[in-house]
Structures are given as C-alpha cells and as structure tokens.
C-alpha cells in the first residue's frame, strides 16, 4: 500500500481563515460556535504536559514564537490491521514554526523514511515508525530531536478529512505534473487517472496526487504536497468557499487530535490578517535514498542541509544559536522492524 496521505498542515490556520472570513459575511457567530465545539471534542494533552523540555517557560502563539507539527496518519481499519497495537504510522510529517515579531510562516517537509534517532526505542530507524513505537508523544520526542528545537503543539490528522475537505470546497485547481494512475481512498488499483496540465481536482484526485512517489522522486512529492497545502488554503480563503466552511469543521471532526486549544488557535488570526497575507517559506530536507546492509531502503538525510534547516529554525523561534550542530544519528545502531518495512516497502 501506498500510504503518504496528508500534508495538509495548518488545519488549525484554516479554522483561523474560515472564522475571520466567515465575521465579515455574517457567519461568525454560527461558526464560532461550531468550530469552537469541534476544537474542543478534538483536544488532546500530550503526556508529557503543556511544555517542552526544550523549553524553559510555556509559550503561547499570541505572545511567542511557536512551532506546530502536523501529522498525518492513516487510521483505516486496512492499516489499523498490520499495526502493533492499533497504532498506525506517521504517512507525513511537516513542521511549522511561526515568528510572532514578522508574521511569518516557515515549513519544513519530514520525508517519512529519513533515517534517525527515535528516542522512543533507542535506535535508528525510519521516523515513520516512531508513531507506532509511541504515538504522538514519540513522533514529537524524535522530531524534537533531529531539529533541536521544540514542538509546542501538534495536528494529528487522518486522511479521511483530506478528502472531504478539497470536497468540501468543491475541488482545488491543481497543475498535475504528470500522467497519473494511482489507488484511491479505498485501495482500488488505477482507480483515479489524470492527465498532465493544470485542472481542478477532487478530494480522492488530491490524495493520488499527495499520495504518488512512483513517478517521481521522495523530494518532488514532498514539493508536490507543499503545493497542495497552498493550494487548499488559497481556495478556503476565496469568497466562494464561505458558504461551505460549515462542512469544511464537519470533515475535521473526528479526524483531527490536537493540544491546541480553540483560543490558542484563533491566537494566529494575525499571521492570516497580515500585510503580506498568509505567506509559506517552505523548506525541504535534502538528502538520497538507499538500501542499507539489511536490505531495507532508507532516505539519508544530508546533514548540511540539517544544519542548515536547524539553524533556520532556530533563529525562526527567537532561539539561541546552538553552540554545535545537533546529530540526527543515535549513539545506538539502528534495530530494526523489518515487519513494517515487509509490509509498506514501497
């Protein structure tokens, strides 16, 4: 199975955009209300509390530099089935800082087979796994430490609301960069075909084309689904999309777990509201695939490119330089679960 499903990121930016809009037609007092409710069935603390121990003090978005990860996870029953436990793994990772004195928005696309500690277990293995080995919590921990910066909050997403939200919006308009044929939501092979060129696309068309790398690189999918993210926000963003940002929270609904509070969240109105609008400097990992001694392939992250994306990100965060570049080796060799790779070789 083919399963990188989401880079959807910022949902709790789309509940922002849709509550700002939705004030200036009149739906602010329905939607309030609405988003509030499902912000508030959505919450979900991590156990290690409300603060990073890469921080000194609890930070909030309308008073500091934040960071959010969004995670993305297929919890169908197909997967659910394979997974130890019932948890399933990470199908994308993007970490968002925010910058409180500029507005600004930096993104950073995690390929999901990058090679690194995951403090979890004590070894090197895909970050992928660190979702099945200890659930939201390890997924932060290992993020945490491949970046050396702290992740305030997170998005836990499935890809169910992916595809309802693009239809809820009734379609993206999206430049398929190629020919495609690929499997649908619900595994059936060759299910969704589109032509190269610029078209609109629907919710199961959007997730082929986030979900695809048999066409192109890990990297270029990772662009492809920064692309998407864009492209998603834009449509909520336009005049046309208000009426339907009702369905837009019902496709959240249960699909989304997060620490955010619904006051936390509407705390990023000023990034949607500022001068310059709401602006993505996107940031990829560099880095090749290969296959390691035990036969299993693996995306080796360059570790310029790191020290580079550390830096920026630390700087983003109004964090002290690090005095020397953090590893995204352990000390410990990998050991690890061919069972998932046998299963989601791809």
Known sequence: MKRSKLKIALWSLAFVLL????????YAAFLTDKARDTADASHESLDRG??????DEIVTPDLNSTSVLFIGVDDSETRDSYEAGGRSLSDALVLATFNDEDKSVKLVSIPRDSYTYIPEVGYNDKITHAHSFGGTDATIETVENLFNVPVD??????????????DSINGVEFDVPFDLA??????????????????????????????????????ARGER????????????ASVGSISNY???????????????TFSQMTSYKDYVLSEDGLNFDEMQLEGEGDYMDNGIWYFQIDENSLMNI???????????EQSEPSSFAGEEQSSINSDYDDQYRY
Do not use: P, W
């Open 19 to 26: 509550l700002t809009i939705g004030a200036t037609a009149g």
């Open 246 to 260: 009702g369905n837009i929270i019902d496709s959240i609904g249960d699909n989304m777990k997060t620490n955010l």
């Open 153 to 166: 909050y997170y998005v836990r997403l499935n890809f169910n609301s992916f595809v309802d939200v693009v």
């Open 310 to 320: 550390q830096s920026s990100l630390r700087t983003h965060l109004d964090l002290e």
């Open 50 to 55: 409300g603060k990073s121990d890469k921080r």
């Open 182 to 219: 690929e499997q649908n939501s619900e595994d059936a092979k060759s299910a969704i075909k589109l032509e190269k060129g610029r078209q609109v696309v629907n919710g199961e068309e959007a997730l082929a084309l986030v979900r695809s790398r048999q066409y192109d690189s890990d990297l």
């Open 225 to 236: 689904q920064m692309e998407m993210i864009e492209a998603i926000v834009d449509k909520a």
